[in-house]
């Protein structure tokens, strides 16, 4: 016997916690910015966004003529909260700040249990959906666990 199972996607597109949603943090109004996008996203079963720069505050590496993104750290339990549950890193800002900053940024969204797809994995976007709805515990839209998925995700 089969069972089929619906499960509700919502994907959204490059979150960037730059510029002014630092200012929101500085002022205690972090949980602002991502207020109204919540509701929306407390709809699906699994909600996937790709990160566009890392969540740090360590200094950037590039070259002073290129604009650099990233987002303070203390934004991890934020996207959690809001419902994101997936995010990838695949962009062309994820190395502003250094590889450093890249595993700063798995292990802050690690320990909010956001799955993370590395730099170079988007490719398994699809196998991650295709666990989650089968709900194995490598991808369970309910909490990431560390090291069983170390062969399909960078976690």
């Keep these: 016997m089969v069972l089929h199972k619906k499960t509700r996607l919502i994907a959204v597109g490059d979150i960037a916690l730059n510029g002014p949603y630092e200012d929101l943090l500085r002022q ?3 949980h602002e910015v991502l207020a109204g996008v919540a509701t ?3 709809r699906a079963d699994f909600a996937i966004g790709n990160l566009e720069g890392p969540l740090t505050v360590r200094p950037s590496v590039g070259p002073p ?3 650099c993104l990233r987002g303070h750290p203390d934004y991890a339990p934020l996207l959690r909260a809001a419902g994101i549950r997936v995010l990838s890193l695949a962009n062309n800002h994820i190395m502003d700040y250094g590889w450093d900053a890249v595993e700063e940024t798995l292990s802050k969204l ?4 956001i799955i993370c797809l590395d730099p170079w994995s988007s490719f398994f976007v699809s196998c991650v959906l295709l666990c989650a709805s089968w709900g194995t515990p490598v991808c369970n839209p309910h909490g990431a666990r560390r090291g069983s998925g170390a062969a399909l995700l960078y976690c």
Aim: a positive charge; zero cysteines.
């Design 110 to 113: 690690m320990d909010v249990a």
């Design 65 to 67: 003529w290129r604009y």
């Design 40 to 42: 929306v996203l407390a």
């Design 28 to 30: 205690g109004k972090a």
